[in-house]
């Protein structure tokens, strides 16, 4: 017997990277499961070949049950185990990825569309124009989902397709007399390139930027919703523990949504744009940037999209 025998019945997590939101992740996870099985780490390499040797390592050391946080855990996971029940999380646009599998289920890494929708309107009552870009690969039905709610709270929803990040400002052109842009986590439209513009446009053309995670608050977005990393971390576990006891779980093959959504604001934007945060959505907040009497607090942590 090798040394992997030992943890046969055991929990194996894989992890894209040493990123501080994906440990965050795995100290849900630890929290959750409170040694209820065995745990052993991998951190999955960047080089295909190397990514699948370790996902074929985990299959031949037959655990239990896998979770896999971040994009290449989750991928190496479903091409290379593909029969041993596995919990994602920390996936930005998993079904572009063929995720859940039929062995998969995952956490969602956004808030619903509901929640996003709500912390809008707290943030910024008067906006009923709002302006949303997607990529061109988003499904037709999540868009069509997006506009129901979205008329469903008054909002008027004016959505542009981009193919990739460099059509964003022609994109952005488009949208005339909006009151607010909403920035989704979409790969193709969020870089590095593209995040600055868009927040260079939303100051100098005085609309109000709403974004997906706390670092872009930071930068400048008025808010965002989003799911902290341990929170999604500790779901995961906790599923991942149900299915070791055999309870009943969401179906393999789904995406469960996320428990504790959160939002940011930024005073300062806020002020920018005149809005006026209420005491409410102030109390709501669990990150506020922009004020330093309110900034003391500990920054949450960046999201990687």
């Known amino acids: 017997g090798s040394a992997c025998d030992v943890w046969a019945g055991g929990i194996a997590v894989l992890k894209s990277d040493e990123l501080p939101s994906y440990n965050q992740a795995l100290e849900g996870v630890q929290a959750a499961l409170l040694q209820s099985a065995p745990i052993v780490e991998y951190v999955v390499p960047e080089q295909v070949a190397d990514a699948r040797r370790i996902g074929q390592t985990v299959r031949a050391s037959r655990p239990n049950l896998v979770i896999a946080i971040g994009l290449r855990a989750a991928v190496a996971a479903k091409l290379e185990i593909p029969k041993i029940p596995t919990v994602f999380c920390l996936v930005l646009s998993p079904e572009r990825y063929g995720l859940p599998a039929s062995n998969m289920v995952g956490i969602s890494m956004h808030p619903s569309v509901e929640y996003q929708l709500a912390s809008v309107q707290s943030i910024a009552p008067h906006a009923k124009r709002i302006g949303l870009l997607h990529s061109h690969a988003t499904e037709a039905s999540f868009l069509a989902d997006i506009k129901r709610q979205a008329g469903q709270h008054g909002l008027d929803l004016l959505t542009v397709g981009v193919s990739e990040d460099r059509d964003v400002p022609a994109a952005v052109a488009q949208l005339q007399a909006i009151d607010l842009l909403w920035v989704v986590p979409d790969p193709t439209i969020v870089t590095g390139q593209s995040v600055e513009f868009l927040l260079a446009y939303s100051f100098e053309s005085h609309v109000p930027l709403f974004a997906f995670s706390p670092a872009l608050v930071q930068h400048g977005a008025v808010g965002a919703a989003y799911s902290d990393p341990r929170d999604m971390g500790l779901q995961a576990g906790r599923l991942a523990s149900r299915m070791l006891r055999g309870e009943s779980i969401p179906s393999l093959g789904t995406l469960v949504p996320g428990e504790q959504p959160r939002f940011a604001v930024n005073v300062r934007s806020a002020e920018h744009f005149g ?27 960046t999201l990687v999209p």
């Open 275 to 301: 809005l006026s945060l209420s005491a409410s959505t102030m109390q709501a907040a669990s990150a506020r940037f922009g004020s330093e009497s309110l900034a003391q607090g500990n920054a949450p942590p």
